[in-house]
């Protein structure tokens, strides 16, 4: 996410697809021949949005295959995945409870790229997108054939949304996008390169999303609010006038 | 009647005090829900930046002044706990402080006692400091430019107003009152004021001070305006201001004077508050608000304020507590922290109010908590089970508004008014007819 905020202002889904499909194959593992031979698979298995309210979490069950035969070819110990996972506006990740190693010490990294500022309207804010590094060595080297998971659990907060007049706003949240990462030997030195899921594999799930309800002021209050705040503000100030002139200990007294 | 001694008082809070951070220590660790305000990370955050050389506003929601980030640098090297132990430190001080006060005015010893108890054994106020919030410090500063007022050391109260102004901006409302409250009748160069002692005989009290309440305040300032006292304390606040704001916009430039002074002035927060101007922000949040409409927002506030003021002065802790509960009461963005601002003058007027606690003082009690519990329901329906209540909630503000409003009037009108300080020639009762 690092590379792809150097090159574009704010995220945009066309923009980062094409990141994603251009300049990253530039990153693809070449080393080792026809890349997809490896069988990386990378999939999201569920995707589900839990807790209630304004604060919630954002949980992935994310499944790993890599062919069996690969995977002496592999320096396990030097792969991570790579999981990004976008927001749509709306709602956002505190990189600050990001940081609590209490919560996410199974992850090698985690950052939040875009828009970080925590209490901004959506309809002031940009997207943001989160990025996980997990350590996938000991999954590989102990895989079984159906392959190995990782479940992840990122807690998302929602922003105060456009006004609706339904009230209610309802954002959807997508699949992550997903990573393999190795550091290989290289003709002359240990390079890192990726690994991807074959493109035909990776368009099979895309559909599946998350849609999150979140309350949404309504236009038809606007009138009305503003006239009774700004009422019962003049009744009490007209009122505190009256007993710090008329009912208090400061009366003129009379000679 | 309460036989415990003040230091025995302050003995037992200080031990409860350090009791709650250890088991806060203890939650941030052990249990999802956190002890630990939100707040103390931004500042310990702040002020490990500090501590590398940084700028502590590199760390998003600082809002202060890099004073208060310089006090936490040693949570990066002795221990992440140092703050919550400064500002509970802060939190005894206020206890000790509204004693001195008390004391000095002749409060007799059960009422100190009582008073003190308030604000020690107080749950709001105990939990903030130990939870590492940092309006200890503001409340400690406060009564300690009180007692240096009721000193007559009026460079030194200048002094840590100008401080308090710089740290934390609301104090600034307290500038006219003490301008007013420094009569030449009092401060006189060479003498100390004599202060007026507590009576509990409220007639007594009326007829002492019928002499000094028979003139207008106004009338008051206008006539001698420009004595040496005002003069002083005005040139020292504003230069130890002035020199404090110009030295940090010295070391960190725009970003200072915007994240810790202008972001405070022009605040608006359409996330749902106890103010009740919340959701009139939101609706119209995506469009500018008219002059016309900020003026109108603005006019309750300065109205309250200046009758306050000129009604009030004289008797200038009284004076500081009802603009301090107007000004949170009528304040675009209200949050529970500030509610410490006029708790920590509290203790300090009730030794001067006739309302007894059975019933009416409980009656008040019960109403405010009943409706921020009432405020704090829908809060909770709002944002923890997602359900679109924004008109219940504002409606729950209207009514925090109202209470606040109703409890105000009632402790205007039971308090014994009387200005702090009596002339130093005798005073002869004056005949009513």
């Known amino acids: ?255 | 009647m309460i036989s415990l001694k003040p230091r025995s008082i302050l003995l037992i809070s200080a031990i409860f005090r350090v009791g709650l951070i250890l088991v806060g220590e203890w939650q941030d660790t052990h249990m999802e829900v956190r002890y630990t305000d939100v707040d103390y990370l931004v500042f310990s955050d702040a002020a490990s930046l500090m501590a590398s050389g940084q700028s502590p506003y590199k760390r998003t929601t600082y809002r202060y002044s890099p004073l208060l980030a310089f006090l936490l640098i040693p949570n990066s090297f002795i221990s992440r706990c140092w703050g919550k132990f400064l500002f509970s430190a802060s939190d005894l001080f206020v206890g000790l402080f509204i004693r001195i006060i008390l004391k000095q005015r002749k409060v007799p010893d059960d009422l100190c006692t009582y008073s003190m108890l308030i604000w020690l054994f107080n749950p709001f106020t105990f939990t903030i400091g130990t939870r590492g919030n940092c309006e200890p410090i503001v409340c400690a500063i406060i009564l300690w430019i009180i007692i240096c007022l009721i000193n007559g050391n009026v460079v030194q109260a200048a002094f840590w107003y100008g401080l308090i102004v710089h740290f934390r901006i609301y104090p600034i409302i307290y500038a006219l009152p003490i301008v007013i409250f420094l009569d030449p009748r009092f401060f006189r160069s060479g003498t100390k004021p004599l202060l007026s002692d507590w009576t509990s005989d409220p007639g007594k009290a009326r007829q002492i001070n019928s002499e000094l309440i028979d003139k207008c305040a106004v009338c008051d300032v206008w006539k001698s305006t420009f004595t040496r006292s005002r003069i002083l304390f005005g040139l020292i606040s504003g230069t130890v201001f002035l020199l404090c704001t110009g030295f940090f916009f010295h070391l960190y430039g725009w970003e200072f004077l915007h994240e810790a002074l202008l972001y405070h002035l022009t605040r608006t927060d359409a996330r749902h508050n106890f103010s009740i101007y919340f959701y009139h922000i939101y609706l119209n949040y995506e469009r500018e608000l008219s002059v016309l409409e900020k003026l109108v927002s603005f006019l309750p506030q300065f109205i309250v304020q200046l009758v306050l003021i000129l009604c009030f002065a004289k008797d200038l802790v009284f004076c500081f507590f009802v603009q301090t509960v107007a000004f949170v009461a009528f304040n675009k963005v209200i949050t529970a922290q500030y509610f410490v601002w006029f708790f920590c003058v509290l203790p300090l007027i009730l030794p001067w109010s006739n309302m007894k606690l059975k019933w009416k003082g409980l009656c008040c009690i019960l109403l405010w908590m009943g409706a921020q519990t009432h405020w704090l329901l829908w809060g909770y329906l709002l944002e923890f089970k997602g359900k679109n209540v924004f008109l219940q909630l504002w409606m729950a503000s209207l009514l925090f508004l109202a209470a606040n409003t109703f409890i105000l009037i009632v402790l205007i009108r039971h308090h014994n008014y009387g200005p702090v300080f009596r002339q130093h020639t005798d005073l002869k009762t004056t005949k009513t007819t």
């Open chain 1, 1 to 255: 996410m690092k590379s792809y905020f150097e090159n574009y202002e704010s995220l945009h889904d066309s923009s980062f697809e094409d990141f994603m499909a251009h300049q990253l194959s530039s990153s693809l593992c070449q080393g080792i021949p026809d890349n997809w031979n490896v069988g990386v698979r990378l999939s999201v298995r569920e995707l589900s949005l839990v807790g209630e309210g304004s604060h919630r979490h954002l949980s992935s069950s994310i499944r790993l295959q890599i062919a069996a035969a690969s995977i002496p070819k592999l320096p396990a110990h030097l792969c991570e995945v790579i999981v990004i996972q976008r927001l749509p506006l709306g709602v956002f990740a505190d990189p600050f409870e990001l940081q609590n190693p209490h919560k996410h010490k199974a992850f090698r990294d985690i950052a939040v790229f875009g828009d970080t500022n925590l209490e901004l309207p959506s309809f002031q804010s940009n997207r943001s997108a989160v990025e996980f590094h997990i350590d996938a060595g000991f999954n590989i080297l102990f895989m079984q054939n159906n392959g190995t998971e990782f479940n992840l659990l990122l807690p998302l907060h929602a922003r105060y949304q456009p006004l609706d007049e339904s009230g209610y706003s309802v954002v959807e949240i997508g699949e992550p996008d997903m990573l393999m990462r190795c550091s290989v030997e290289g003709k002359q030195h240990k390079q890192s390169c990726l690994f991807m899921s074959p493109p035909n594999e990776k368009a099979k799930s895309t559909s599946a999303t998350v849609a999150w309800k979140i309350p949404a002021g309504m236009k038809a209050h606007a009138g009305f609010v503003s006239v009774i705040t700004f009422v019962t503000a003049l009744l009490s100030t007209l009122s505190i006038v009256y007993a710090s002139m008329f009912l208090s200990g400061t009366k003129v007294s009379k000679t």
